[in-house]
């Protein structure tokens, strides 16, 4: 069943590009990695602090409910930046995907990459001004 819907989806994109193009389905992991009862019950126990918190945020007023937070300039800023975060990580995804690829390693690095380059840029920040 998997190789009919891989079969169809090249079927339907034939665009490659320099980097992808030894990518195929079939290069990427098919390890699986189950949660364990204990990241079920963390998951659950993030999920009701989340929920408590929502519930106690509901009965007061919100901080950004006052009249200087709801001009048109103020929320613009707040939909550009939170556009640009979208973006950059749009962009990011790619390639850390070709950059994984490139490197031999699986659909999971790539993922790794992506969630490690927070703490990777603060350390390069780190590294690079201990020289000087």
Not at 114 to 123: D, M, R, T, Y
Request: include cysteine; charge should be negative.
């Amino acid at each position: 069943m998997e190789q009919d819907w891989a079969v169809l989806a090249q079927s339907i994109v034939h665009v490659r590009g320099p980097l992808t193009k030894g990518l195929t389905a079939g290069s990427f992991s098919d390890r699986l990695a189950p949660f364990t009862l204990t990241a079920w019950l963390f998951l659950l126990f993030w999920y009701l602090m989340f929920f408590a918190h929502e519930m106690y945020a509901a009965k007061i007023e919100p901080l950004l409910a006052n009249g200087k937070s709801s001009s048109l300039l103020f929320q613009s800023s707040l939909l550009f930046y939170w556009f640009c975060g979208y973006v950059n990580e749009a962009m990011l995804l790619p390639v850390t995907l070709d950059f994984a690829a490139s490197m031999g390693q699986s659909a999971t690095m790539s993922g790794f990459f992506i969630g490690s380059s927070l703490i990777a840029s603060i350390l390069g920040v780190f590294m690079g001004k201990g020289g000087e």
